[in-house]
């Protein structure tokens, strides 16, 4: 892009200083894996039934077995991980186990996003990934509506490019998630959005105080910290590209905030702090529910849960 028409926001300095001072305590490369006190870093994650299917010939369980009938997850953070298959006490047949992941580091959602279907294929890592690159290719429709809404509501023309590139950004991120998850087996299911209405500055800047202020810039955390822990050197070089742009979202989603605040009255200002403490809450849940496969804290340098507890705590901190 020409120098001329580079979009420049503001700096967050809060928002990066938070960060940097995470990220110093993230271990140095290459110090193994990047578990906190180790409790947390197993295979425990959750699990539910997947119905029984019948065993091998010679008796054995069969090696893949279908994710069909793994119930479906009425929040569409969790991800449908992968499915495994044991002896049932059932004569004759084995027991799907379906392992759930809820996802932490999201980005930008846009309203109305359908539930994806798990990849079939691929390892847990292909999973991630899918679910990752489905994650970034929503985000492109949410930050296109972002920018047509900021300009019909009148905000400055540095918000409303800084949209439109954002919206460019999770093209390529798109595209360098689903090359990882490609390199794992794992396909990405298809984005289902139904058509956008339009919507009042107030229900626009919810939005954004949940998803962008409280989860974008908690993404930008997590991908900052993948880029300093991953193992495969593919995924810390990926997620380093992606950790730069996240901030510049995160920004982004502040610097929105921030121009909106002027134009709601004291009623709605106060809606929205409740909005962003109450996604505040809900994403401190999910990061106390969490429990990763090993693998992915490992491999992609997923934050085990004791780290997405310390980001967390940046975060907290940053919002409050
Ligand atoms: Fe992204
Ligand atoms: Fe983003």
């Known amino acids: 892009m020409p120098s001329q028409t580079r979009v420049v926001i503001p700096k967050h300095r809060l928002l990066r200083r938070t960060l940097y001072g995470l990220l110093v305590a993230a271990p140095l490369l290459p110090l ?13 994650y959750g699990s539910l039934s997947g119905g029984t299917v019948p065993l091998n010939p010679d008796g054995t369980v069969p090696s893949e077995v279908s994710c069909a009938k793994c119930p479906k997850q009425s929040d569409d953070r969790v991800l449908l991980l992968r499915c495994e298959g044991s002896k049932s006490e059932t004569a004759g047949r084995a027991d799907i186990t379906c392992r759930y992941l809820t996802c932490m580091n999201d980005g930008r959602r846009p309203e109305g996003l359908r539930d994806a279907l798990a990849s079939q294929s691929g390892d847990a890592l292909g999973a991630l990934f899918a679910h990752a690159a489905w994650l970034e290719a929503a985000s492109v429709p949410a930050f296109l509506r972002l920018a047509d809404e900021l300009k019909a509501h009148g905000a400055p023309e540095s918000l409303v490019k800084a949209a439109r590139r954002s919206a460019g950004d999770e093209v390529r991120h798109t595209r360098a998630m689903q090359a990882l998850a490609q390199r794992h087996g794992a396909t990405m299911p298809d984005v289902d959005l139904p058509p956008f209405e339009s919507r009042s500055l107030e229900e626009m800047i919810l939005e ?10 908690f993404g930008a955390f997590v991908a900052g910290w993948q880029s300093r822990t991953a193992q495969d050197t593919e995924v810390r070089g990926t997620l380093r590209t992606i950790a730069r742009d996240e901030v510049r979202h995160a920004e982004l989603a502040w610097a929105v905030d921030a121009w909106a605040q002027e134009k709601l009255t ?13 996604a505040l809450r809900i ?17 992609a340098g997923m934050p085990s849960r004791d780290q997405a507890r310390t980001l967390f ?8």
């Open 266 to 278: 004291p009623a709605q200002r106060q809606r929205l702090l409740q909005a962003r403490q109450d």
């Open 208 to 217: 954004n105080a949940v998803e962008g202020c409280v989860r974008e810039t």
């Open 283 to 299: 994403l401190g849940d999910e990061v106390e529910a969490q429990r990763l496969p090993e693998e992915l804290i490992r491999e």
């Open 32 to 44: 193994g894996l990047a578990c906190g006190s180790g409790e947390d870093c197993g295979s425990g």
């Open 313 to 320: 705590q940046g975060l907290s901190t940053l919002v409050a």
